[in-house]
């Protein structure tokens, strides 16, 4: 909440942009009456649900990525031609912009690919809201239902070869039936930060290959859910700067 008072005082005095942070743009926002859109209680809620929700979620899609990349060269060799030419086009000190982005389309698609077969969020509830019968099995309305990811991330007739890593499985998002990559949900219940952790990936892997090179130092890649998917000791790298 002090930090809250801190950047309200700082954009009255002119010394923040409302468009500098997430903090700042929430505080911006404003009714037709200039009155504020969110209170302080608001504001600090959503704040610490995206610090909460997204802290494990996008940093172990990071750290299997990254194993991932140690482990094939060529998915490794495409991403870096892809991120290069973006480097490329920009000076070194230019921030990535949100057209930079959105020509990471391989990256991306590696990176659902990585998501479809280890989500970091394999399950979750729905409420039942009528009545159905399912293969002889009544569902009556208000029990919650699970559904698990691996029950469509991994079926050979929505992703063909679904045990083999393709990143072709995202060449063409809109022939992949909905509610069947369930990484974020689906819905109106959808992963409200789901163009967050997209930012977040591809801009973590945007500076990591045009500046580093790595390399795994254990050949165990075994990993276990407790409930989400994480390596017994981390996974330790070997990290240089890259020589331009």
């Not at 996008?58 to 030419?85: D, K």
């Not at 699970?146 to 083999?164: G, R, V, Y």
Request: hydrophobic share 40%; glycine share 4%.
């Amino acid at each position: 909440m002090d930090l809250l008072h801190e950047k309200k005082a700082a954009l009255e005095e002119k010394n923040a942009s409302p468009k500098q942070d997430l903090l700042t743009n929430l505080i911006s926002l404003r009714n037709e009456d200039n009155s504020p859109v969110l209170s302080n209680e608001e504001i600090v809620s959503n704040i610490v649900i995206i610090m909460l929700a997204g802290h494990d979620t996008t940093s172990i899609l990071l750290t299997f990525l990254i194993r991932l990349l140690a482990n094939e060269p060529s998915v490794y060799a495409r991403i870096v031609q892809e991120q290069e030419e973006i480097a490329k086009s920009k000076d070194p000190r230019e921030l990535l912009s949100w057209n930079d982005l959105s020509r990471m389309k391989y990256t991306w698609r590696v990176a659902m690919e990585t998501l479809r077969m280890t989500p970091p969020v394999f399950c979750s509830f729905r409420k039942v809201l009528k009545d159905f019968d399912y293969e002889g099995f009544l569902i009556p309305k208000g029990y919650q239902v699970m559904w698990a990811a691996c029950m469509t991330h991994m079926d050979e007739c929505i992703f063909p070869n679904p045990s083999k890593f393709d990143p072709t499985h995202f060449e063409k998002q809109a022939s992949v039936p909905p509610y069947s990559f369930t990484a974020f949900g689906g819905g109106p219940r959808i992963c409200p930060g789901n163009e967050f952790a997209r930012i977040e990936t591809l801009a973590t892997i945007y500076y990591l290959v045009t500046r580093f090179t790595w390399k795994l130092c254990s050949s165990d890649m075994s990993f276990s859910r407790d409930p989400m998917p994480s390596f017994k000791d981390g996974l330790e790298i070997q990290i240089e700067p890259k020589k331009r």
